[in-house]
């Protein structure tokens, strides 16, 4: 996409170059002036920032430098107005025609003035449960935030490689295969497995009771790692099965994750051994008490001890660890990632920065490729503590996504008492889901969040269903309009139009930010403040009944470019809109 002049640049890359050359012109070429978006209408609509520390590496009055950055600054078309503020602020204020015609050639484009220019490879570490188990409410946020973090990357231009590094492998499949083979005596896999909460507790409870059958299960283990077709196959039922369930959890949610996005653990099994020989080829395994680690001299326990990066254990088994060793080789030698994102609970933070500590030193990784933890924080109960079951157990995710839309039912029943029941059915798809996805979303990713129906399922505030109904309100302004001339001047008068104009145009600059610090609540917090603009504009200026016809169709067009942001940006987290609601 080339907007007029400005080819593949968004406003704040605009504004950042044209001011970096007023400061090279006014004298002061090392300065790295800051353009943000100003705080408050009365500043304009951005401020370049940077003059009084430039003026003080040049020991000169910031006012007058700022002065001169000001007579400098070539914005001829772009700004209507530029004034300095405070000791040496300078606020911009951008053209309504400039803003104006950024809105229209925006939405001429698919990826709306986003695309990158400087496309990568982006794999994205997402969900990754352990089989074992039934998906559960920890996975949830890895799920969301991953699919909301590679949308976005999809969207702006990038080739992004979803990883869904499931757990898959390792001693309990022992266990789980070997009491697998003694129930399909009696019934079915599928029907076995129906519950892999239960089947798990049954398994354990007869590996705890029962000698015989531990001595099996560890029997299994040995065979399945020494790939006894038997067992084997035993292992790939199970695997085949619990992955279904996860995948009806991707469908419910509507996650874009296929069976092809799963490189789960086991995957890796063979490329172990050579971990561990490489890591001995380069001098940086010691034996300590039977195990093979790599002291990691940059990380010291409380004792002031190197920390030990455990690869292979006393017994020659494999662990977490090296998997993930192996993993990150295959990011980059194979799947030539430029950068990779582990979209992981933050309990796991000092595991991330090991395996990419141990990677980089044993060469598995080129040097610049980046290697990132996504961390996340814990979605907690109303009590505050991890979200349990009123029991004390964990929650189901598919029991979490069903109470969601029941609960999102009887909501849109209350206010909707005579609309077909499909219809509220579909509403209620969209509104329970998008809540629980927002709800996790709109908070930055690393703190604890409170898990509260009452609050994502309002219609008021920073929740999906606020937002989703934005978007119908915006939609069946269309219904009312008429035909609609698409091609229609804008023209921007009112405050309440360029203030709504002005949000639009900053959609690739918030998707750039979103992406650089994989951060999703900026985008939330985003399109909130567009549905806030957009409110504003339509209390203070009439559409359908504005008094000429160009004003309506100008306007009209504004209209449209809401709508078609509010969706995009929705469908970026995930989000499904309607038409009606
Ligand atoms: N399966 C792990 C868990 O549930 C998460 C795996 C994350 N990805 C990775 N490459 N280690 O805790």
């Not at 001829?76 to 503020?85: C, M, Q, V, Y």
């Not at 001890?305 to 660890?321: M, N, R």
């Not at 929650?395 to 969601?404: G, H, N, P, S, W």
């Not at 409170?450 to 937002?467: C, H, I, K, Q, R």
Request: include cysteine; proline fraction near 4%; glycine fraction near 6%.
């Amino acid at each position: 996409l080339f907007f007029s002049g400005y080819p593949h640049m968004t406003l704040l890359q605009l504004l950042t170059q044209r001011a970096a050359a007023a400061f090279a012109k006014a004298g002061a070429p090392d300065a790295a002036p800051l353009v943000q978006a100003a705080s408050k209408a009365e500043f304009g609509d951005y401020q370049i920032n940077g003059v009084m520390g430039a003026a003080k590496a040049l020991k000169t009055n910031p006012r007058e430098l700022a002065t001169r950055v000001l007579a400098d600054l070539e914005l001829d078309g772009i700004a209507s107005k530029l004034e300095i503020a405070g000791p040496g602020f300078i606020n911009v204020t951008l053209s309504d025609e400039f803003l104006a015609s950024r809105v229209l050639q925006q939405q001429d484009d698919v990826r709306l003035g986003a695309g990158t220019p400087h496309a990568e490879t982006v794999v994205i570490d997402i969900s990754s449960p352990n089989l074992a188990k039934e998906m559960h409410v920890g996975h949830l946020r890895s799920t969301i935030i991953g699919d909301a973090l590679a949308r976005v990357f999809e969207f702006i231009g990038h080739n992004v490689i979803r990883q869904n590094h499931v757990g898959d492998w390792g001693t309990q499949f022992g266990m789980l295969t070997a009491y697998l083979f003694e129930q399909e005596s009696t019934q079915p896999a599928e029907l076995a497995l129906h519950d892999l909460e239960e089947f798990y507790r049954a398994a354990k409870a007869r590996f705890d009771a029962d000698a015989a059958f531990a001595d099996t299960a560890r029997d299994y283990v040995v065979r399945l790692q020494a790939g006894d077709t038997r067992v084997l196959a035993l292992w790939e039922r199970f695997r085949e099965i619990s992955l279904a369930h996860c995948h009806a959890v991707y469908a419910q949610l509507g996650v874009k994750l296929t069976p092809d996005d799963v490189m789960g653990e086991s995957a890796y099994n063979d490329d172990l051994p050579k971990v561990v020989a490489d890591l001995k080829a380069k001098g940086l395994l010691v034996e300590s008490q039977g195990a093979q680690v790599v002291f990691l001299e940059e990380f010291r326990n409380k004792e002031g001890e190197p920390a030990a990066y455990i690869v292979q254990k006393q017994d020659g088994g494999y662990l977490y660890s090296t998997t993930d060793l192996a993993c990150a080789r295959y990011r980059d030698h194979t799947l030539h990632a430029d950068r990779v994102l582990y979209v992981v609970d933050a309990r796991q933070g000092l595991h991330f920065q090991q395996v990419f500590a141990v990677s980089r030193k044993a060469g598995f990784v080129r040097p610049e490729l980046v290697l990132e933890h996504v961390a996340f924080g814990t979605m907690m109960g109303k009590d505050n503590k991890p979200f349990k079951t009123r029991t004390g157990g964990t929650v189901k995710l598919v029991e979490l996504l069903d109470e969601a839309e029941v609960r999102a039912f009887d909501l849109v029943t209350s206010k909707n008492p005579d609309m077909p029941e499909a219809t509220r059915r579909e509403i209620a798809k969209a509104v329970g889901i998008g809540a629980v996805k927002y709800a996790d979303l709109a908070k930055h990713r690393t703190s604890d969040y409170v898990f509260d129906w009452d609050s994502m399922l309002s219609f008021e505030g920073n929740t999906a269903p606020y937002l989703q109904y934005a978007y119908t309100r915006v939609a069946s302004i269309f219904r009312q309009a008429g035909a609609v001339d698409e091609h229609a001047p804008l023209v921007l008068v009112e405050p309440a139009e360029h203030a709504l104009a002005l949000a639009l145009a900053q959609l690739p600059d918030l998707l750039q930010q979103v992406a650089a610090e994989t951060a999703p609540h900026f985008l939330c917090a985003y399109l909130y403040g567009l549905a806030q603009k957009f409110s504003r504009f339509y209390d203070a200026c009439p559409v359908l009944k504005a008094d000429d016809a160009a004003t309506r169709a100008s306007r009209l067009r504004l209209c449209a470019a809401t709508a078609n942001t509010l969706k995009t940006g929705l469908s970026l987290l995930g989000i499904a809109v309607l038409e009606e609601m």
